[in-house]
Each structure stands twice: as structure tokens, then as C-alpha cells.
């Protein structure tokens, strides 16, 4: 198993999501890689993965080294908003945060 799959098989089942398998001519746009809910196993999301063989974005590693250090973080859940700079709306934000959270979250809402 390639290590890309096995990345993705790993995120799916964090999530409880079904992996769903990637044929010739379903790549890309035209396939998730991972779906829930409906005819799926798991909670209604649609997973997409994303890897480098760089280390991860610097930016992002330090904003959420930044916000585990709080003394506060103890008991909460520590979430980057990355966004563009001068973005005003919803869309122009995204969220980070510890996959482990982020399935303890989907666990919670979901389980």
C-alpha cells in the first residue's frame, strides 16, 4: 500500500468515514477520497487529504504550538483561523486544529 493510501485510510478511520477506493477515471474532482453519511459509514463529511514531503507550513505549525502553550488551552481544544489577509467573510477563513480534536469532536456530535 503506498504511503498517500495508507495516510488516507488512517484520516478516514479517524473520522469514521468511508476511504472510498480510487480508480482509473474517478481522480481528483471527480472523487472524494473519503465521504460520510448518506450511503456511508460515519458522519456527513467529505474528506480530502493533502500531504508534502516538506515539513508542515511553519506558519501553521507555530500558530498551534502558540495556542497549546496558553495555560488556558488545558481542557479546550487549541484552533488556528488561517485566513488571507484583509478577508472580512467566513469564506475566507479556514480552521486547524489536531485531527485527534477534531475526531473527539465528531465523536461527540456524531457517535
Same mark, same amino acid.
Given at each position: 500500500?503506498?504511503?498517500?493510501?495508507?495516510?488516507?485510510?488512517?484520516?478516514?478511520?479517524?473520522?469514521?468515514?468511508?476511504?472510498?477506493?480510487?480508480?482509473?477515471?474517478?481522480?481528483?474532482?471527480?472523487?472524494?477520497?473519503?465521504? +460520510?453519511?448518506?450511503?456511508?459509514?460515519?458522519?456527513?463529511?467529505?474528506?480530502?487529504?493533502?500531504?508534502?514531503?516538506?515539513?508542515?507550513?511553519?506558519?501553521?505549525? &507555530?500558530?498551534?504550538?502558540?495556542?497549546? +502553550?496558553?495555560?488556558?488551552?488545558?481542557?479546550?481544544?487549541?484552533?488556528?483561523? !488561517?485566513? &488571507?489577509?484583509?478577508?472580512?467573510?467566513?469564506?475566507?477563513? !479556514?480552521?486547524?486544529?489536531? !485531527?485527534?480534536?477534531?475526531?473527539?469532536?465528531?465523536? &461527540?456530535?456524531?457517535?
Amino acid at each position: 500500500m503506498k504511503a498517500w493510501v495508507h495516510a488516507e485510510q488512517k484520516f478516514a478511520d479517524a473520522l469514521g468515514l468511508t476511504r472510498l477506493e480510487h480508480t482509473k477515471g474517478n481522480w481528483g474532482a471527480d472523487c472524494p477520497d473519503a465521504l +460520510g453519511g448518506g450511503e456511508y459509514a460515519g458522519p456527513p463529511l467529505l474528506l480530502e487529504s493533502k500531504s508534502r514531503k516538506d515539513s508542515f507550513p511553519a506558519l501553521v505549525a &507555530r500558530a498551534l504550538a502558540q495556542a497549546e +502553550g496558553y495555560a488556558e488551552c488545558k481542557g479546550r481544544v487549541p484552533v488556528v483561523g !488561517l485566513h &488571507r489577509n484583509g478577508g472580512r467573510t467566513e469564506e475566507d477563513w !479556514l480552521v486547524v486544529l489536531r !485531527l485527534a480534536d477534531f475526531a473527539d469532536i465528531v465523536k &461527540r456530535v456524531w457517535g
